[in-house]
């Protein structure tokens, strides 16, 4: 699940040291757990993020804090998927929002396809809520295509599945083709 704070949202930004992006540890998941509800704006996202993630998952995902304090400021998790070994899923982003705007998610998402097209993989798939404007301009702006096939409806102005995840949890599905000749990740 892919997102963060809503558009508008007011921000105290800090001044942002360099920043540097590693495996994440176990460790770590009690540091996003402890900020992921506040960077979602509120929303109850750690649930999505139980600590399996940063057991099962350590060497597909990323870490990025500050390199004078290690202060935590983004991660991305995700994986490659075992029944289609060319398909690699962003699980979750999330960036503080003292730092957004600064290209740490591109760096996240570049960091993240670079490690799949290594592995072999030839698409990077993730899904957000189509009300969540932002994350689809996001994604679409790094060259993720809005998947509009059968099935989806018009959400929010976007192409989306209704119930995709049950009940009420619409969600646009965003591909990513690797080597698709997309300038849109290059030069980061």
Same mark, same amino acid.
């Given at each position: +699940? #892919?997102?963060?704070?809503?558009?508008? $949202?007011?921000?105290? &930004?800090?001044?942002?040291?360099?920043? $540097?992006?590693? *495996?994440?540890?176990?460790?770590?998941? &009690?540091?996003?757990?402890?900020?992921?509800?506040?960077?979602?704006?509120?929303?109850? +996202?750690?649930?999505?993020?139980?600590?399996?993630?940063?057991? /099962?998952?350590?060497?597909?995902?990323?870490?990025?804090? #500050? #390199?004078?304090?290690?202060?935590?400021?983004?991660?991305?998790?995700?994986?490659?998927?075992?029944?289609?070994?060319?398909?690699?899923?962003?699980? +979750?982003?999330?960036?503080?929002?003292?730092?957004?705007?600064?290209?740490?998610?591109?760096?996240?998402?570049?960091?993240?396809?670079?490690? +799949?097209?290594?592995?072999?993989? /030839?698409?990077?798939?993730?899904?957000?809520?189509?009300?969540?404007?932002?994350?689809?301009?996001? /994604?679409? *702006?790094?060259?993720?295509?809005?998947?509009?096939?059968?099935? #989806?409806?018009?959400?929010?102005?976007?192409?989306?599945?209704?119930?995709?995840?049950?009940?009420?949890?619409?969600?646009?599905?965003?591909?990513?083709?690797?080597?698709?000749?997309?300038?849109?990740?290059?030069?980061?």
């Amino acid at each position: +699940m #892919t997102g963060g704070a809503s558009d508008g $949202e007011a921000v105290e &930004r800090w001044p942002i040291p360099p920043i $540097e992006l590693r *495996r994440p540890t176990e460790d770590d998941h &009690r540091r996003i757990v402890a900020v992921i509800d506040e960077w979602w704006g509120g929303r109850r +996202m750690h649930q999505l993020l139980p600590r399996l993630w940063l057991q /099962h998952f350590r060497g597909t995902s990323w870490i990025a804090e #500050t #390199t004078d304090s290690g202060r935590l400021a983004g991660f991305l998790v995700g994986f490659v998927s075992p029944d289609d070994p060319e398909t690699g899923y962003v699980h +979750m982003v999330g960036v503080d929002p003292n730092v957004r705007r600064r290209g740490l998610a591109r760096r996240l998402y570049t960091a993240f396809i670079d490690d +799949m097209a290594a592995r072999g993989v /030839h698409r990077v798939t993730a899904v957000t809520w189509p009300g969540n404007r932002a994350s689809v301009a996001f /994604h679409t *702006r790094l060259g993720f295509r809005v998947d509009d096939g059968p099935g #989806t409806q018009r959400l929010y102005g976007t192409p989306a599945y209704p119930s995709y995840d049950g009940g009420d949890d619409d969600r646009v599905v965003l591909s990513y083709e690797i080597g698709g000749g997309s300038p849109r990740l290059a030069g980061r």
